[in-house]
């Protein structure tokens, strides 16, 4: 199963997901899912969380990084678990608000 | 570990002067000891029968009723706090302070939150066993820092109704 | 309505520069997340599945029109240009930015607002009777004890670590608006026997996993005993509530693990060791308070409304406004105007800047300035002169706030769920909203007649479900919504929670099976009962088997 991180950002609590290059020493947060980093085995999955838990604790970047399981769509890259996919967009009730929007900006 | 204690002339760093024994060590025979209440209650005579002061420190769930009678007799009251958010040791420095008149040393350990001081030293607290080497910055941002309280306690500070109507 | 004085303002304003400490050394990574979290939840501030959200307080539900300017403001400035109003009569913004929280506890400092203790396990918001001060029997205005309950609460040194949070609730009146048998404290205004005013208090009630209405630990208590006796209250619970297990942390479980009566025995004998360490009431603090909440001017007004009963003649859009929004005030030629928040298709309980901004003229206009929040998630003018109904009327219309459903089927209590908290297993807010299309024909609401369907989007109940006389519960079935359908509850006086009718539905379903239980009842109902009525006298059988299919 593909999977990305995703996290809030500490200073305004904005869904963001890392992004960082196999052997990078941090990664960077971005905030379209579609350029997050997805792992596609055990070992870079663990190798992304790592990065984004080092983000929570040592730069106090984000809060409660965790790993989420997407997979492509005709629509684009999207999370399975429908919680997730509504943290990623935005409130299904105002789709005018949230990352939905507009080109993930906030 | 810092040992922070609030005096009337604003707070200390201190070394803390008490030996804490756990369930088995040796009792010494001199030297300020500070023992749990299972302890002190299995072991009363030979620990009060001692010439050094004596402490002993409540667990979140052992009730202040348990020391009520031997307050004169101790030196110190711990109350632990295994995590910060078990605010019951808050019930028990008020009871042991405004019900059962202790009057020694009552000292908060455990999972010690400076933001909790303000609190604490309301409640009766006079030490704290803080884990943070900032402790004494911590203290002097955190106390003082809200001027107005609503709530009477021990503490004897005038509450806003008795500012009101002092003001009249 | 309670007007700070210096000690007030002074509390206020240095719990802002102290929140704006604790923020500043998160931000500086001297505080972690873990120490930051109950700093942060004292203030009211959650970190939601978006954004932050601020949930800030409005004591027992009452505001002016300055005030709610200043949430329109903070709304357009530091938000998405809206706020919610929740079912304990608070506002929660869902946008805000931690870095800019600071600023916005500062702006509402500045109107005699603030966000202290909406979250976290200390005591929280005091709610009351959204009629309070105007409805007729009242033995007196609860919110004179609310301001009262609010002050002594506030940063009690002892009671902000509980086990959970706690919920109080007040009415001065029999009908009881607030809910108040299902809160941790539920106070009922009584007379004794001599007709001095007093409290029946009422302990362990609460929604939630384990719903409980709560019970009556003392019939009549004194006024001037009520702080002394919350104080003994809370440090039994303080001492006694689960901290092992965070289901089974509320004072609803302690007294129901305890029994009522040990309950009530350990409380009586903690009062009365109390003695002179207990909190005191003193008569000139007490009516210092209690003048704030003095009537208003009112006018001598003759009973009859001529010009409105004229216009509610050759207006039907009016007329229903007047028969379901408008209720009697005590005072001749006044009334209650109510402001339902659930138009059809949208949000329940949402309302925009621009809203914000016309109830706060509307309020000058017509209401004295004041505001009343309802714990259904609408709004009040309570002190309207009948006569200038219609023009107040034409105002709403023109900010999109006629709706006309109050207590109606679409007047729904709804809490955010899964679109915006954390918490959620299901969303809620869709679900309203479908129910609202299905159920838009005036004339088919009308002769439904009275219904309350809650909606929770997880067991927290923040959507009160469990009191519905049609509640809905969102759970998550295998990564799929799903909801369950009960039905029966009651929030007021005659409290009583909701039965589970059976197995539960996907979210195209339920809004037929609302539609198979609203046609049960309109088959079998006897003149004039209303859906409650109908459902007490015939039972859950013939709703079952028509949703199911069994009959």
Redesign the interface.
Known sequence: MDQVVIA?R??????VFLAAAPGSARGEWMLRLEDASVARDDARAQEILALGLAS?RD??EV??PYLIDVEQTPSGLRPT???EL??AF?????QD??KQAGSGE? | MALLESRADGPALIDDRYLRLDETAPIPAEGAVLVSLVRFHAERAALLARKAPLGVWLASNEKPVAVADDLERLALVALDFPVFSDGRAFSSARLLRERYGYKGELRAIGDVLCEQLPFMLRSGFDSFDMKSPKALEEFRAVVGEVRVVYQPTGDGRPTAIDRRLGRR | MYQYDEFDHALVQDRVTQFRRQVERRLAGELTEDQFRPLRLMNGLYLQLHAYMLRVAIPYGTLDSRQMRKLAYIARRYDKGYGHFTTRQNLQYNWPKLEETPDILAELAEVEMHAIQTSGNCIRNVTSDQYAGAAEGEIEDPRIWCEIIRQWSTLHPEFSFLPRKFKIAVTGSEHDRAAVKVHDIGLIMRRDGSGQAGFEVIVGGGLGRTPFIGKTIRGFLPKEHLLSYLEAILRVYNQLGRRDNKFKARIKVTVHETGAEEFTRLVDEEWAAMGDTAPKLPKQEVDRIARYFEPPAFRALPKAAPASEARAKSDPGFAAWVRHNVSPHKISGYAIANISLKPVGKPPGDATAEQMDAVADLADGFSFGEIRVTHAQNLVLPHVERESLPVLYDGLVAAGLAASNIGLLSDIIACPGLDYCALANARSIPIAERITERFADRDRLELIGEMQIKISGCINACGHHHVGHIGILGVDRKGEEHYQVQIGGSATEDAALGRILGRGFSADEVVDVVEKIVDTYLERRTQGESFIETYRRIGQDPFKERVYGTA
């Open positions: 809030n500490l200073s305004d609590g904005v869904v929570a730069r106090n809060i409660d678990r429908y919680r509504i943290r935005g409130p299904t009730v105002r608000l949230g906030v």
